[in-house]
Nanobody
């Protein structure tokens, strides 16, 4: 079992920056990747960025170059630094841990945090 606790988010003007944090606890050794997703009401959840245990990183085209993802392994924390924010980045952001136990894969989710970009 993995528990994810998110923090950060809030409201910012266009062009501003925010940082999201996702702290993992529990069976963290089973985690092989951590992802960030976002969701706008009425729309499907959208992939934002991912980082694997080995450090491989993937970004959605819409955030590449603006939203660097990073980890602090000592703190079991994954960060999403959101820069040059746009109104279309407004959404609820979720972190997700991809875990493997034996031959079974599991997804664990954080509680979500609202990001609002508005002037």
């Amino acid at each position: 079992q993995v528990t994810l606790m998110q923090s950060g988010g809030g409201e910012v003007q266009p062009g501003g920056s925010l940082r999201l944090s996702c702290v993992a606890s529990g069976s963290i050794d089973t985690i092989y990747a951590t992802d960030w997703y976002r969701q706008v009401p009425g729309q499907e959840r959208e992939f934002v960025a991912a980082i694997t245990r080995s450090g491989s990183i993937t970004y959605a085209d819409s955030v590449a170059g603006r939203f660097p993802i990073s980890t602090d392994n000592a703190e079991n924390t994954v960060y999403l630094e959101m820069n040059s924010l746009k109104p279309e980045d407004t959404a609820v952001y979720y972190c997700s841990a991809d875990a493997r136990v034996g031959v079974n894969d599991y997804d664990f989710w954080g509680q979500g945090t609202q990001v609002t970009v508005s002037s």
